[in-house]
């Protein structure tokens, strides 16, 4: 399953971005990851098959919301209320299970090129 993220861009902070995810094949899982400038990637959140289950770092819950489309093999990471502290490079990941919690990207067998979010004060 090849993976490619696009929508990223500069942005003032309050502000939002919708970032997607296209897919060439179907997976169980598909995870949104980003990565800072100096640290480590950290795990965004993620979204079951059906789209019935999300689950989210704490820092994002509430202004970030996974969504997706099977039909297009597409899946959505809308970015509201953005902070500088958002910034990072994102990317999408799947995984042929879901586990509903996991947050460790070895769980997710694929990942796409990164998008880059700015967030400017």
């Known amino acids: 399953v090849q993976l490619q993220a696009s929508g990223g861009g500069l942005v003032q902070a309050g502000g939002s971005l919708r970032l997607s995810c296209t897919a060439s094949?179907?997976?169980?899982?598909t995870g949104w990851f980003r990565q800072a400038p100096g640290q480590e990637r950290e795990f965004v959140g993620a979204?079951?098959?059906?789209?019935?289950?999300?689950y989210y770092t704490d820092a994002v819950e509430g202004r970030f919301t996974i969504s997706r489309d099977n039909v297009k093999n597409m899946a959505y990471l809308q970015l509201n209320s953005l902070q500088p502290d958002d910034t990072a490079v994102y990317y999408c990941?799947?995984?042929?299970?879901?586990?509903?919690?996991?947050?460790?990207?070895?769980?997710?067998?694929?990942w796409g090129q990164g998008t880059l979010v700015t967030v400017s004060s």
């Open positions: 979204i079951n098959w059906s789209g019935e289950s999300t």
């Open positions: 990941a799947a995984g042929h299970t879901f586990y509903r919690g996991a947050r460790g990207p070895d769980l997710f067998d694929y």
């Open positions: 094949g179907d997976t169980a899982a």
